[in-house]
């Protein structure tokens, strides 16, 4: 799953938003409320550490994960500042340290880089209809490939390295439902696909919410559906 809600900036730039006037930092636990649904923002997010999710809520009360953003990634409300429709909403996937920027005090950062104000603004402009372009990829996709999307993610922020360079461990955010709630399904879809897919050696329970994933496997089997797709619409023209 590609990230549409988030760019990356350099330690540099993190260096630059620091020095700006009455700026503050804030520290989160893991699934601690960063932003809230409806809360029509006046900041922009710059994480300094750890992993935050993006998420929104459709209006048959799904939720569907938007990205997960690293170090390095900015972040800020969907919806203009007057007009909340279509909220975003991001919590802590792991503990993380967060630079808050007001709006007022955004201008300050991008006058002493014209390189990160050209690229974030850019970034911006793009963001509600590449959101919206996501959600409906990701709705069309059947649910065995959404929970192998999020698993590929899952594996690149949270996981752990294990003795095979292609298995990697997940612990964190790896419960059924927490799976379910991340891709738009319900927990007995979640488990029954797990095992589907732990009969063809893409991923291994290790119980007590833990499992490790064959990332290979998985990037195989998600590429395997894109040329698949390809296929049927050249086929269809």
């Known amino acids: ?126 963001r509600q209809s590449a959101s919206h372009d996501h959600i409906e990829e990701v709705l069309t996709r059947d649910t065995s490939r959404r929970l192998a999307s999020i698993l590929v993610d899952l594996s690149r922020a949270v996981g752990d390295a294990t003795d095979q360079p292609h298995i990697v461990k997940i612990s964190r955010a790896a419960t059924h439902q927490s799976l379910a709630n991340m891709i738009g399904s319900n927990r007995v879809t979640v488990t029954r696909k797990l095992i589907e897919m732990q009969a063809h050696g893409m991923v291994r329970s290790l119980g007590r919410n833990s499992i490790e994933v064959d990332v290979t496997a998985l990037l195989r089997y998600l590429s395997n559906d894109s040329d698949s797709a390809t296929a049927a619409q050249e086929a269809a023209a």
């Open 1 to 126: 799953m590609s990230t549409v809600t988030g760019i990356s900036i350099s330690t540099k730039e993190l260096t630059l938003a620091a020095l700006t006037p009455k700026v503050t930092s804030f520290s989160y636990q893991p699934d601690d409320a960063i932003m809230f649904a409806g809360e029509c923002a006046d900041s922009l997010f710059l994480i300094k550490s750890g992993w935050v999710r993006l998420y929104r809520v459709l209006r048959d009360d799904r939720t569907i994960v938007l990205g997960l953003l690293g170090p390095g990634e900015v972040f800020m409300q969907d919806a203009s500042i007057d007009q909340c429709d279509q909220p975003t909403s991001a919590d802590a996937l792991t503990a993380c340290e967060i630079t808050e920027i007001p709006f007022d005090k955004v201008g300050a950062v991008l006058a002493k880089s014209p390189e990160y104000s050209r690229k974030l603004l850019g970034a911006f402009r793009r």
